[in-house]
Structure formats: structure tokens, C-alpha cells
């Protein structure tokens, strides 16, 4: 199994940035794909950006030249930076990936609040 720790979420002013990371532990070999997720209010959960074991990554539209997905192999991370934030991307943020089986395995989410 794998387990996942997110951190790094908080309150942010408009226009601010944020670094959320993950802890990735378990059986890391199996892993596939690497991901964040988020939830608004009222919202259903959305996948915010992928990232692929052979390196591509892809976003959702509302993020693209906003985030940027990147894992660090030596520290078994995963992070998600976010720049130029709205207020729209107000949500709690999962880190989830997916194991050969298949098998998802989900963090217990970080919350990321954007308000003046």
C-alpha cells in the first residue's frame, strides 16, 4: 500500500502563492500516476494536475501556467506549486496516486483558503 501525508496549504491573498507537498511512503514502485485533487464547497472533487511515471503532466484548464505538478525521487515527494492564486481555487487539496491493480491510494487533504 501506499501512504501519502499532504502539507503546506493555508491562507493566501489574492495573486499569492502556495507550495503543497506530499510525502509518498509504501510501495512506491507500483505508482503510476501521481496527482492532485481538490474540493470546493458544494463541489465535487476535481482533478487539479497528473503526473505521469514517465514524466508528462497535464492540468486542469482553470490551473494551466497558474500550477505546476513536480515529484523530488530523492525525497519522495510529490508537490503542487501554485502561483497567481484566486480566489476560485479556494478548496482542501488531496494528494492521490494510483498503483498497478489497480489500487488508489488518497492523502487526508490540506486546505488552501484565498481571500483578502
Known amino acids: 500500500q501506499v501512504q501519502l501525508v499532504e502539507s503546506g496549504g493555508g491562507l493566501v491573498q489574492p495573486g499569492g502563492s502556495l507550495r503543497l507537498s506530499c510525502a509518498v511512503s509504501?510501495?512506491?514502485?507500483?505508482?503510476?500516476?501521481m496527482d492532485w485533487y481538490r474540493q470546493a464547497p458544494d463541489n465535487e472533487r476535481e482533478l487539479v494536475a497528473r503526473?505521469?511515471?514517465?514524466?508528462?503532466?497535464n492540468y486542469h484548464d482553470s490551473v494551466k501556467g497558474r500550477f505546476t505538478i513536480s515529484r523530488d525521487n530523492a525525497k519522495n515527494t510529490v508537490s503542487l506549486q501554485m502561483n497567481s492564486l484566486k480566489p476560485e481555487d479556494t478548496a482542501i487539496y488531496y494528494c492521490?496516486?494510483?498503483?498497478?491493480?489497480?489500487?488508489?491510494?488518497w492523502g487526508q487533504g490540506t486546505r488552501v483558503t484565498v481571500s483578502s
Open positions: 492521490h496516486t494510483t498503483s498497478y491493480g489497480p489500487i488508489e491510494s
Open positions: 509504501g510501495r512506491l514502485f507500483d505508482i503510476y500516476t
Open positions: 503526473l505521469r511515471v514517465g514524466g508528462s503532466a
